[in-house]
């Protein structure tokens, strides 16, 4: 089997380097193919990091393993690490933490064992990067929840849960506040619950699971969020077990999946030799099992375990009193202890699975739907504009353009409704949101939208809009704080 590889920027050659003569000296049945990703691509001119002659080998291979990459700053560049999540479509992000003995935690010396799997979605959410300034003082960034989105990530957490014999199962959402994006992913995530009756499925608010994470590590098992709190809390879960240099990662998609670990390319230490490479190597140790590589992946762990319970270790953890070794000298280390048991947890020696390296060709984009939606209504839209003035003034103008159409709901600001009730204690910045709804809900076209933009743009800068629809009778569309 052959597939892709990306040393990376910063720590990332010293770490891959080690990893590789690991499984070469494992006698890994893989064979490499090494592409150019990564802050030099950047600055060879690139603009999405990655050469043509990359992004085809990774096409054709369907497998990356990579080091981390250096987004370079303040030159408008887009990270190639998301860029290539995005691109091949990896919709969901598995991220593994478990005690480790030999890395003390303060779980660990409590005797609290931890063994958490968050799935993060890796797509969506405010990592569309789809931001604006709509005036000089008011930047807004767009968040993207689909209901296809989310069904592809939550099975996936849904079908590893039950593949691993997982008990738990939670999603993490802010849906209380987000009623709409995050109730739209708790939704799906009930729904496919039902199809998984021996898992017990529940949900948290990504605050309280925090907390909970802190306290009580060891009562969760499989916990599944949206793409930035699953970035957050999956490093609150690198912390709960001894730091970054200990969180692997899986980028899994239908056609392509990316291994990496989750820490960056550490460049305070960068070209010392000195970088923990765990983090990379129990990626490996995901893409090995990925690939069928069951019998060299538990080798190797139990060989890694063994190497970290006699208290070998790098300079970022481990036993202060104890001499740490450079990067070179752990993987030796490691090597040296093939063929050891280590005493906590040692791997399954599990058969082999046939390998499941797939080369997909791909005609055309696939377009992910779920299901059609019934009694599709415009009823309204929301005008973003720019206005110094007062809500009073503004709706004054406003109103003058209803017409036989349209009703003005609500005027707010930041979210906040400002007119017709409010409070003079609410701060205004100089971009309101003006609603317009349908009189008594009757149906709108776009035209009688593009009639009323053209009215309202002789008074207002309209920034943005939205509309505002009805499905089978139900609003598609929050209500202003206060409203
Ligand atoms: P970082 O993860 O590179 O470093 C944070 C801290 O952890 C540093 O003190 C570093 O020395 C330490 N550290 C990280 N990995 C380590 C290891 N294997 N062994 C020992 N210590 C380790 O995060 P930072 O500094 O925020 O980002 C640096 C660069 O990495 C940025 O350009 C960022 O965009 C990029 N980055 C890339 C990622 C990827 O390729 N997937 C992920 C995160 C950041």
Not at 155 to 180: L, S
Request: charge should be negative.
């Amino acid at each position: 089997m052959k597939i892709a590889v990306a040393k990376g920027d910063g720590i990332g050659p010293e770490i891959m380097e080690s990893v590789l003569n690991i499984f070469k000296a494992a006698e890994v049945p893989l064979e490499y193919e090494f592409v150019d990703m990564g802050k030099w691509v950047f600055d060879k001119g690139h603009s999405n990091g990655m050469t043509p002659e990359a992004q085809a080998t990774i096409e054709s291979l369907g497998i990356l393993f990579k080091g981390p990459m250096e987004t370079p700053k303040g030159k408008g560049v887009k990270s190639v690490n998301v860029t290539a999540r995005k691109t091949w479509n990896t919709y969901a992000n598995k991220r593994t933490f478990q005690t480790l003995h030999g890395v003390d935690t303060v779980f660990s010396k409590a005797g609290i064992p931890i063994d958490i799997t968050i799935v993060r979605e890796n797509i969506e959410d405010t990592y569309g990067g789809i931001e604006h300034m709509l005036t000089h003082d008011v930047a807004l960034s767009r968040r993207f929840i689909t209901r296809p989105g989310s069904m592809q990530v939550i099975k996936y957490a849904f079908e590893m849960a039950r593949k691993k014999g997982c008990k738990r199962i939670t999603c993490g959402h802010k849906a209380n506040i987000m009623k709409i994006t995050d109730g739209l992913f708790l939704q799906v995530f009930y729904e496919i619950a039902k199809e998984y009756p021996e898992l017990k499925a529940d949900d948290v608010i990504v605050d309280d699971l925090c907390m909970k994470l802190v306290s009580r590590p060891d009562v969760f098992d499989v916990v599944v969020l949206t793409n930035l709190q699953g970035d957050i809390v999956s490093d609150l879960c690198a912390g709960l077990v001894g730091g970054l240099g200990f969180a692997p990662s899986a980028n899994i998609g239908d056609h392509i999946c990316i291994f990496e670990a989750v820490h960056g390319t550490a460049p305070d230490i960068a070209g010392k030799n000195i970088a923990n490479p765990t983090a990379l190597l129990l990626s490996g140790f995901g893409m090995l099992r990925h690939l069928g590589l069951m019998q060299k992946a538990a080798m190797i762990e139990n060989a890694l375990l063994y190497t970290l319970e006699n208290g070998v270790h790098t300079g970022d953890f481990g036993d202060k009193s104890t001499a740490a070794v450079n990067t070179t000298e752990f993987a030796n280390a490691i090597i040296s202890n093939f063929g050891k048991t280590p005493v906590h947890n040692p791997r399954p020696q599990l058969e082999d699975k046939p390998a499941t390296q797939t080369v997909f060709k791909l005609e055309k984009n696939p377009l992910i739907m779920s299901k059609e939606m019934e009694d599709e209504v415009i009823v309204g839209v929301d005008f973003f504009i720019e206005s110094f003035e007062q809500p009073s003034v503004l709706a004054e103008k406003l109103l003058q353009h209803t017409g036989n159409l349209f009703k003005l709901v609500t005027i707010s600001n930041r979210g906040t409704q400002v007119w017709p009730k409010g409070s003079v204690f609410t701060n205004l910045v100089n971009q309101y949101r003006a609603r317009f709804e349908s009189i008594e809900e009757a149906a709108l076209t776009q035209t009688d939208i593009a009639e009323l933009y053209r009215l309202i743009m002789k008074d207002f800068k309209v920034c943005s809009l939205e509309v505002l629809n009805m499905w089978a009778g139900k609003k598609a569309y929050s209500l202003a704080q206060g409203q």
